[in-house]
């Protein structure tokens, strides 16, 4: 396939990237002149764009952090200079710059280049990149590192980038108390857009957009400050020093305060983040200061591509689109079930005019999890909290103890950054909040950090915890509104990313018994027991062996507390059992089968399908669900095997 015949509509093809097609690793980059480097952003720019139209990714972070990118890796001796990306959604532009750019279009792909920075993939990323708000911690880490084990002069530079939404998490706060006190020459680098993937929310975005500082005043820092560099006045001892006289005099003057030189960290900012000549001149300047500092710098998440900037929330993991219109491609969803997400959204929204107690939370996913049509009609009533998941789950709490009923809805994936308080906080008052976990199970393309494989298993031994996963859709309502009742304490139900299988999913809100999960068809010889929407393989899985195997199946429904009357039946009357869950095995639904029955003096024979006991690639659920032995083939074999005459124990574990 040519360049022209890869992308839709009207762009650059390969002949025209003049610059780019010059630079496979930053030391071709360094050899380009200043002047050159603004053509060179908008070429790769354009490069993301024809790409990303391709072969979906998160693009408008990526677009908006082009000209930062180019500055740090020409000024920067990366890889020995270290870059710490955040997240890392802005960071395909470094990715292309660092020896990747012919891979590029294996990104998120089985077997690709990695959807997040990874030092498994390329020693230019220098850290594990796909939760927020780690950069500082690690940054600050490798540059203590650098003093304690190296020649100070000849240490390597340390370069945190995170983005406005980032910083309002926990952990950055952290990181950012930690550098005011330790010893370091770390750089943090704030790229503010306003956003994280919706609008940036809370305290922080409001004090960065009234934080600024006049051109004049920081030319008039850097000059003082290399004339008392020069002059021997600025060492190590008066550097905190001068710096608190120089915040006190322009808090007098300006009536404002920064809470970074609050901290002693130097600020700088804010400054035109697009203005790549400016960015590589304040680089430079700032590349030789002692002790840390701050660069804040405003984008425009989306910059360069017309439909992102418009659009930004949608645009930031936009799916495929022609380049030359801006149109998405989106495939005609009318007659098609809908996302889970979608589900959860319209039936807290039914849930909530009905129970005027109910209150919805999210951090910083309102569209991703769909709480924005909650949040639509009942605004005084949604809470984004932004990215804090730990605080989410503690104000859910403070809100339940009191009256109210939460919903707090968090990625799987992401609710393990508030494992303590979802136990100190919600689990050991047995509080009323209902802990929706979206994105549950393997997502597919955004990979190990991304896939919701511990909760099941991290949950399970927690008291007071009821805890449940709908096989479809109005499972899904009969649950959620089930969790609402007076009396049913912490629940927490999770769920995947994507569609189900229901198109007709507007079902009876009714309540479902605790602990009880349903006979979905009967059988002799092997008995599956699945939890969640696997349970809808195991259904193909049992249509292909129907007519070799007697198989009885059952959909536990609940984890926590389990069906006994279910374990009992299946502990008489089966030989064989099979469990099925999409977490992983050790842990999870198939280790609570085999204690119970261990514990009730039955001698089965157990074999536990579930994810491997190693971190999991990304690629499409499909393929992931064949590797790891989670697909119908493999439940095919499975029961096979078992219900084989020869029979005595087998293992089929992944």
């Known amino acids: 396939m040519t360049v022209e015949e890869k992308y839709t509509g009207s762009q650059q093809v390969e002949e025209d990237f003049k610059l780019l097609k010059q630079i496979k690793y930053p030391d071709d980059l360094r050899k380009l002149r200043v002047d050159q480097l603004p053509e060179l952003c908008k070429e790769l720019r354009q490069d993301i764009v024809n790409e990303l139209s391709v072969n979906p990714g998160h693009l408008a972070s990526s677009l908006g952090a082009v000209e930062l990118t180019v500055a740090l890796h020409y000024v920067y001796n990366t890889p020995y200079d270290r870059i710490?990306?955040?997240?890392?959604?802005?960071?395909?532009?470094?990715?292309?710059?660092t020896g990747r750019r012919e891979q590029f279009c294996t990104n998120r792909k089985l077997h690709g280049i990695h959807p997040f920075p990874t030092p498994e993939e390329s020693p230019y990323d220098t850290f594990m990149c796909g939760h927020a708000s780690n950069s500082i911690s690690a940054a600050l880490g490798m540059a203590v590192a650098a003093k304690v084990t190296g020649d100070e002069d000849h240490a390597p530079n340390v370069v945190a980038v995170i983005g406005d939404g980032a910083m309002s998490g926990g952990l950055a706060f952290e990181g950012l108390n930690n550098v005011s006190s330790s010893p370091n020459n770390l750089l943090i680098i704030l790229n503010d857009n306003n956003m994280s993937i919706d609008r940036s929310v809370g305290g922080m975005k409001q004090y960065l957009l009234n934080l600024s500082t006049t051109k004049t005043y920081n030319a008039i820092r850097f000059k003082a400050s290399k004339w008392l560099k020069q002059r021997g006045y600025l060492n190590d001892?008066?550097?905190?020093?001068?710096?608190?006289?120089?915040?006190?005099?322009?808090?007098?003057?300006?009536?404002?305060?920064?809470?970074?030189?609050?901290?002693?960290?130097?600020?700088?900012?804010?400054?035109?983040?697009?203005n790549v000549v400016e960015i590589v001149r304040l680089l430079r300047q700032m590349k030789d200061m002692k002790g840390p500092k701050l660069l804040h710098l405003h984008t425009t998440k989306g910059k360069g591509y017309e439909p992102a900037e418009k659009a930004a929330t949608v645009w930031h993991a936009p799916g495929k689109f022609d380049v030359g219109t801006g149109e998405r491609i989106v495939k005609d969803s009318s007659n098609q079930p809908p996302k889970f997400q979608d589900v959860f959204g319209h039936t807290l929204l039914e849930l909530a005019q009905q129970n005027p107690r109910i209150v919805g939370v999210t951090p910083a996913m309102p569209t991703g999890c769909s709480m924005n049509i909650m949040m639509k009609e009942l605004p005084d009533r949604t809470f984004d909290v932004g990215i804090a998941e730990g605080h989410a789950v503690t104000f859910s709490a403070g809100m339940a103890k009191d009256g109210l009923q939460p919903f707090c809805n968090i990625y799987s994936a992401f609710a393990q950054r508030a494992y303590d308080n979802i136990i100190h906080d919600v689990a050991i008052l047995n509080l009323p909040v209902v802990i929706c976990l979206d994105r549950a199970g393997l997502v597919g393309e955004d990979g190990a950090t991304?896939?919701?494989?511990?909760?099941?298993?991290?949950?399970?031994?927690?008291?007071?915890?009821?805890?449940?996963?709908?096989?479809?859709?109005?499972?899904?309502?009969?649950?959620?509104?089930?969790?609402?009742?007076?009396?049913?304490?912490?629940?927490?139900?999770?769920?995947?990313?994507?569609?189900?299988?229901?198109?007709?999913?507007?079902?009876?809100?009714?309540?479902?018994?605790?602990?009880?999960?349903?006979?979905?068809?009967?059988?002799?010889?092997?008995?599956?027991?699945?939890?969640?929407?696997?349970?809808?393989?195991?259904?193909?899985?049992?249509?292909?062996?129907?007519?070799?195997?007697?198989?009885?199946?059952?959909?536990?429904?609940?984890?926590?507390?389990?069906?006994?009357?279910?374990?009992?039946?299946?502990g008489r009357k089966f030989k064989h059992i099979v469990t099925v869950e999409d977490g992983v095995r050790n842990g999870g639904l198939g280790s609570a089968v085999l204690e119970w029955m261990n514990d009730h003096g039955y001698q089965n024979n157990i074999v536990r399908l579930g994810l491997p006991d190693n971190f999991v690639e990304h690629g499409t659920v499909a393929e992931l669900r064949k590797i790891v032995g989670l697909d119908a083939e493999a439940i095919v074999k499975a029961i096979r095997q078992l219900s084989a005459p020869d029979t005595q124990h087998v293992s089929l574990n992944t």
């Open 84 to 97: 710490v990306w955040d997240v890392g959604h802005q960071a395909y532009g470094h990715k292309i710059l």
């Open 237 to 274: 001892d008066r550097r905190k020093g001068i710096i608190r006289l120089s915040n006190a005099i322009k808090s007098a003057i300006s009536h404002q305060q920064n809470i970074f030189e609050g901290m002693n960290i130097r600020y700088f900012g804010p400054f035109d983040g697009h």
């Open 450 to 570: 991304h896939h919701g494989a511990f909760d099941l298993a991290a949950l399970r031994p927690i008291p007071n915890l009821t805890i449940a996963s709908p096989m479809d859709e109005c499972e899904l309502r009969r649950l959620m509104y089930t969790a609402q009742l007076p009396d049913k304490g912490a629940f927490v139900i999770r769920y995947p990313r994507g569609k189900g299988t229901m198109v007709d999913w507007r079902c009876q809100l009714e309540a479902v018994e605790v602990g009880t999960g349903r006979k979905l068809c009967e059988g002799s010889d092997v008995a599956v027991l699945s939890i969640g929407p696997i349970g809808t393989v195991v259904t193909e899985a049992l249509k292909q062996i129907q007519t070799e195997v007697s198989v009885a199946h059952y959909d536990m429904r609940f984890l926590k507390p389990l069906d006994e009357s279910i374990l009992h039946e299946v």
